[in-house]
């Protein structure tokens, strides 16, 4: 999905494949699910809180600006992509079981100003 203007939030859980944000703006909440399949997001700017959760996949994503909390989870699949900014100014949780992280601290929540 691309080009998105939500003046609320955005609640996407699927069974099986990906889940695709491009290039979108998002005034409260991002909430991402998914069993089977890779979460990314591309140049997404949200006011809210951002929480991304996948069983069987990856989470990647790149020049994200989330005003809230951001939750990354991977049961089987990378967490890595790039934030707008510095890390430290971000309220980040990412946890992965099997497969990379590239955020600082893996697996431990990190809490900054933002």
Request: net charge negative; glycine share 14%.
């Amino acid at each position: 999905m691309n080009n998105i203007k939500a003046d609320g939030s955005i609640c996407i859980h699927t069974g099986s494949g990906s889940i695709g944000i491009s290039d979108s703006m998002v005034s409260n909440n991002i909430d991402l699910s998914n069993h089977s399949g890779v979460i990314r997001l591309e140049r997404v700017i949200s006011n809210g809180d951002m929480c991304a959760h996948n069983t069987s996949g990856g989470v990647h994503f790149s020049a994200i600006d989330i005003g809230g909390n951001i939750d990354l989870k991977s049961t089987s699949g990378s967490i890595k992509g790039s934030i707008v900014g510095n890390e430290n100014d971000y309220y980040i949780s990412s946890k992965t079981t099997s497969g990379m992280n590239n955020l600082r601290d893996l697996n431990n929540s990190m809490s900054g100003d933002k």
